[in-house]
């Protein structure tokens, strides 16, 4: 595996004494499209904020390029691109205003691109943000994160609120970068599987503050099954334990020394509900 | 001819090797002919809206098996050595989604008459949708 380019270590975090964050330990290779996934309250948006040094962790740390992220450079912030959960906008400006105001912020920033890429999900460019539709505001979010063409990406639930067209031409963009030198890096936390399948490389779930399971998204899809047997007991290669032995129903990784053959594949969505059931 | 793919993300097989089994069944079947270009891999992430790493590591496969050519200037291309399969060779490329039917229709009670006039049927459709 190349270096990780986005790393969180041992984070540990506590909100009002009980723990959101517990021994979550992340690497992401150069290139990467990680899919953030888990349950409302998982602790998804918390490890984001950590990534991106916004919430500072009770313990361990987390490293974006090589930098501590609650101490970014200069430079690797101009390489960043973050999508918060909640649209981060000036109410009383447009989105024109928000191209002009940003884009002063940033060295590499494309005026051009930006509104290609606005056109693309067609957003009102002259609307007050306050006035816009959560959508609208979900994309104006999108088209900044963007528009400095940032190796670095990391999207916070960056498309609920968007219908499927716009959410295609969204996955689209996340490809378009213009720095072909280097192929960018995405962390996206999303509750629409079937969106993330399109574009992963990579899949963590986190349940209870948790990493439960990393991996690549092929892998997984090839290799882990739904097996069924007859007896109380867990077959060889079984990972989790999230149905009652009765069912005898197993999650096995056929990687494993003496899993059973056959079973059943699973898509993102059947792997979500039986690590969460 | 436009070259087309189906995928379909939500199903258990990853995508790339969704890409791999229909480019080897086209160039089994002779639907894909020798020297004929294939998409390039940020054209057909565009049109599916997937990772264009994807693309690329299906067509790698199907590079080191022989089934495709990196022509300068054109990108991908049915290899110059591929022939349309034999029968055989073509029958093989289906028995296993048939075999998985078969083991469907065992678990949903079905006879063989009954499967076998559905698999006819659905032979019947897809010629349909193929000649408008």
Same mark, same amino acid.
């Given at each position: ?5 986005? *790393? ?37 948006? @918390?490890?984001? =904020?950590?990534?991106? !040094? ?37 109410? /009383? ?9 940003? !884009?002063?912020?940033y060295a590499q920033w494309n005026q051009e691109q ?44 960056? &498309?609920?609120?968007?219908? +499927?067209?716009? =959410?295609?031409?969204?996955?689209? $963009? ?42 690549? /998204? ?8 739904? &097996? ?14 999230? =149905? ?5 129903? /197993?999650?096995?990784? @056929? ?21 969460? $059931? | ?7 379909? +993300?939500?199903? +258990?097989?990853?995508?790339? =090797? ?18 004929? !270009?294939?998409? *390039?891999?940020?054209?057909? $992430? ?5 990772? +264009?790493? @994807?693309? *690329? ?6 590079? @080191? ?7 300068? !200037? ?39 008459? &009954? ?18």
């Amino acid at each position: 595996m190349n270096d990780a380019i986005i *790393s969180a270590n041992h984070v540990r975090h506590l909100y009002k004494s009980k723990a959101v964050l517990e021994q979550v330990n992340l690497q992401v290779p150069e290139g990467a499209v990680l899919g953030l996934v888990g349950r409302n309250g998982a602790g998804k948006s @918390t490890l984001l =904020r950590c990534l991106v !040094g916004l919430t500072v962790p009770d313990k361990g740390f987390c490293q974006l390029g090589g930098c501590m992220s609650t101490d970014l450079s200069d430079e690797m912030r101009e390489r960043l691109g973050y999508v918060a959960q909640t649209p981060d906008l000036f109410d /009383w400006l447009t989105a024109e205003q928000h191209f002009e105001r940003i !884009g002063s912020l940033y060295a590499q920033w494309n005026q051009e691109q930006a509104w290609v890429l606005a056109t693309q999900l067609s957003l009102p460019m002259f609307t007050k943000a306050k006035d816009l539709s959560l959508g609208d505001q979900q994309k104006l979010s999108v088209v900044l994160a963007l528009g400095h063409d940032p190796d670095v990406l990391i999207l916070d639930e960056p &498309v609920a609120s968007l219908d +499927p067209m716009t =959410r295609r031409a969204f996955m689209r $963009a996340l490809f378009e970068n213009h720095d072909s030198e280097r192929a960018r890096t995405v962390v996206i936390s999303s509750h629409l599987l079937s969106d993330l399948e399109r574009v992963v490389t990579h899949v963590a779930f986190m349940r209870e503050g948790q990493i439960q399971l990393m991996d690549e /998204w092929d892998a997984l899809a090839e290799h882990l099954r739904l &097996v069924q047997v007859n007896t109380d007991e867990a077959p060889r290669g079984a990972i989790f334990k999230s =149905r009652r032995p009765e069912q005898g129903l /197993w999650l096995v990784d @056929t990687r494993l020394a003496g899993a059973p053959a056959g079973g059943r594949a699973l898509n993102l969505d059947d792997l979500f509900l039986e690590l969460n $059931a | 001819m436009h070259m087309s793919f189906s995928i379909a +993300p939500s199903d +258990p097989t990853p995508i790339y =090797r969704q890409i791999v089994e229909q480019v080897r069944r086209q160039i089994a079947g002779g639907v894909l002919r020798q020297g004929q !270009g294939l998409p *390039s891999v940020r054209a057909l $992430a565009q049109e599916h809206a997937i990772n +264009p790493m @994807t693309v *690329s590591k299906a067509y790698s496969l199907l590079e @080191t098996e022989g089934l495709l050519e990196r022509r300068r !200037g054109m990108g991908m291309v049915v290899a110059t050595s591929t022939e349309r399969g034999g029968s055989a060779e073509r029958q093989d490329l289906l028995r296993p989604s048939l075999q998985a039917a078969a083991e469907q229709a065992r678990q949903l009670g079905l006879s063989a008459k &009954v499967a076998l006039g559905l698999y006819e049927a659905c032979l019947k459709q897809t010629h349909r949708e193929e000649t408008p």
